[in-house]
């Protein structure tokens, strides 16, 4: 079973931009959906974008048109851009597999939107 770690995270004014990116711990060429998902403080985790083998890519309408994912196979990646970061997209964000994700959550990494 792959498990997944994640970096990429930091302390980033609103507005500004992040570069997430997350590693299989083995091949993820075979995983056909690969999904990003962030939980924050007091909050459920949640999911927030999909990327299959397609590549087809779906996301969390609040993310829409500012996150955008993508996956290297050949490097067991998958990356996470996101741009015009908002206070609410404050959490911590890991990828798991899609759409039902495996009880191992892996490494995670902290995301903070703040002036």
């Known amino acids: 079973q792959v498990q997944f770690v994640a970096s990429g995270g930091g302390l980033v004014q609103p507005g500004g931009s992040l570069r997430l990116s997350c590693v299989g711990t083995s091949s993820i060429a075979n995983i056909y959906a690969v999904g990003w998902y962030r939980q924050a403080p007091g909050k459920e985790r949640e999911w927030v974008a999909t990327?299959?083998?397609?590549?087809?890519?779906h996301y969390y309408e609040p993310v829409k048109g500012r996150f955008t994912i993508s996956r290297d196979n050949a490097k067991n990646t998958v990356f996470l851009q996101m741009d015009s970061l908002k206070s609410e997209d404050t959490a911590v964000y890991y990828c798991?597999?899609?759409?039902?994700?495996?009880?191992?959550w892996g490494q995670g990494t902290q995301v903070t939107v703040s002036s």
């Open positions: 990327i299959t083998s397609g590549p087809d890519t």
């Open positions: 798991n597999t899609a759409p039902l994700p495996s009880d191992d």
